[in-house]
């Protein structure tokens, strides 16, 4: 998700009710858990030709989630 404050309005507006706790979540009409959040601040890796083939090649990760990243030997040193 690129804009979470955006997918929240939005999903207001259709009268999603989130789910308390401390992530955007709610249950779908058949009852599954979804979780909306961002690609930046997660700890998922796509190679860069294969973000670019879905569309997402705009994507970044924070700074933050690229150290932790890096910690696990999963990123380019900088």
Known sequence: MDDKDLARRRLEDLG????????MDF???WGNRVE????????YTKAD?????????HLQKTPDALDELRD????PET
């Open 16 to 23: 999603v009710t989130f789910l308390d706790g401390p992530f």
């Open 36 to 43: 909306i959040t961002t690609y930046a601040k997660i700890q």
């Open 27 to 29: 249950l779908d009409p």
């Open 72 to 75: 696990k030997g999963m990123a």
């Open 49 to 57: 030709h294969v973000l670019r083939g879905m569309g997402l090649g």
